[in-house]
């Protein structure tokens, strides 16, 4: 049976290696065989595993098995695992709070190809064109009654629909650079949005009054295709650059997002070690700090992007990546101290030295 110890007001990993086995440098060894993946959090009255062996005060022990964990360590200093006059060892915590500009990484987006136009223009109006993200997509004609299958059937795109791809990288047939549209934003703002069956079923309704058959034939292309290759959905209604991203854009939102899972992951690890502690310790204690350090946390967090996000803004930096980013690092910052903050916090009122 493996021997257990309670571990008291001012007590590390350092501290119980040395006096109950006889040698600190095996603290890693306890911190292995408990899974404690954070040694500079103990609790008072928290009960730890010791490996089989007997200390004979001269470091001799037998264990099990050999450390899988690693640390740095500053020569002539402790590993920093308790909370009196050691060194600290590990410079960076496993914190992460990093808030992605959309939360949901599973959101529907549709794909846009625009192309440089053929035809000359004024350079504003050029700039409307290709810049979707800064000045978002509005129909050539608002006001025409254009039907939704003649303005796939017969290309009259002079009409009050846009025509997206709900493919991932938008549709092969078409060249140009992709700009993404969340349809959720885009409906949010009064866009109407027609899906593939309702696309094919007014394509039908013209069918049913062509008499031309060579027309016919050329329409009856056109729906296979809009139905498998373009995998079209049209927008009625102008839809705002809120819900447009470029393709950087799209990648830096999933980089984010990535990591945001990660910080999630964390947080929930961190919250399941607190209530297996409050379940040992017969206290809400352990759950009730740890939920602190988080709220702060993810508090401090929401708070930064939008003050990184502001800070972009003034800077300049108003869409794109750019943006992203700067409120992705506005949330690091402040997600980060708030996390501190409430910890520093937590350890005062709980009178943690």
């Keep these: 049976m493996l021997k257990t110890y309670q571990v008291r007001p001012g007590d590390s990993l350092w501290r119980i290696a040395e006096q109950q086995?006889?040698?600190?440098?095996?603290?890693?060894?306890?911190?292995?065989?408990?899974?404690?993946?954070?040694?500079?959090?103990?609790?008072?009255?928290e009960r730890v595993y010791l490996p089989l062996g007997t200390g004979n005060g001269n470091g001799?022990?037998?264990?099990?098995?050999?450390?899988?964990?690693?640390?740095?360590?500053?020569?002539?200093?402790?590993?920093?695992?308790?909370?009196?006059?050691q060194k600290p060892v590990l410079p960076v915590q496993t914190h992460i709070f990093i808030i992605a500009d959309e939360f949901d990484p599973f959101r529907r987006k549709l794909v846009r190809k625009v192309a440089v136009p053929k035809a000359p223009m004024a350079p504003e109006e050029l700039e409307r064109i290709l810049r979707p993200d800064k000045y978002g997509f509005k129909p050539r004609d608002a006001s025409t009654n254009v039907s939704i299958g003649r303005h796939v059937g017969?290309?009259?795109t002079n009409s009050k629909y846009i025509s997206?791809?709900?493919?991932?990288?938008?549709?092969?047939?078409?060249?140009?650079?992709?700009?993404f549209i969340d349809a959720k934003k885009a409906e949010a703002a009064g866009v109407k949005i027609h899906e593939g069956e309702a696309i094919a079923k007014d394509l039908d309704r013209v069918l049913s009054k062509t008499k031309d058959p060579d027309l016919t034939a050329r329409i009856q292309k056109i729906k296979e295709l809009s139905r498998v290759a373009d995998r079209e959905v049209l927008l009625e209604g102008a839809v705002p650059s809120a819900?447009?991203?470029?393709s950087a854009a799209m990648a830096a939102t999933r980089g984010l997002q990535v990591v945001e899972g990660v910080g999630i992951a964390l947080t929930i690890y961190d919250m399941g070690k607190a209530t297996q502690m409050s379940v040992q310790q017969h206290s809400v204690a352990p759950v009730a700090k740890e939920t602190v350090r988080q709220a702060g946390g993810?508090?401090?967090?929401?708070?930064?992007?939008?003050?990184g996000g502001a800070?972009?803004?003034l800077l300049g930096i108003?869409?794109?990546p750019g943006a992203i980013i700067t409120g992705a690092v506005g949330a690091f910052i402040f997600g980060t101290a708030g996390f501190f903050g409430a910890d520093w916090a937590v350890r005062k009122i709980g009178g943690d030295k």
Excluded: C, D
């Design 60 to 85: 001799a022990v037998r264990v099990v098995a050999s450390s899988s964990l690693h640390a740095t360590s500053v020569p002539g200093h402790a590993p920093s695992l308790g909370y009196e006059k």
């Design 298 to 307: 993810w508090g401090g967090a929401w708070a930064g992007a939008e003050i």
């Design 243 to 246: 819900a447009v991203k470029s």
């Design 318 to 320: 108003e869409t794109g």
């Design 21 to 45: 086995l006889g040698n600190p440098a095996l603290w890693p060894e306890i911190a292995r065989l408990n899974m404690i993946r954070r040694p500079e959090r103990l609790y008072v009255g």
């Design 154 to 156: 017969q290309n009259m």
């Design 164 to 179: 997206t791809s709900e493919k991932l990288l938008g549709s092969p047939r078409f060249e140009g650079q992709r700009y």
């Design 311 to 313: 800070a972009g803004g």
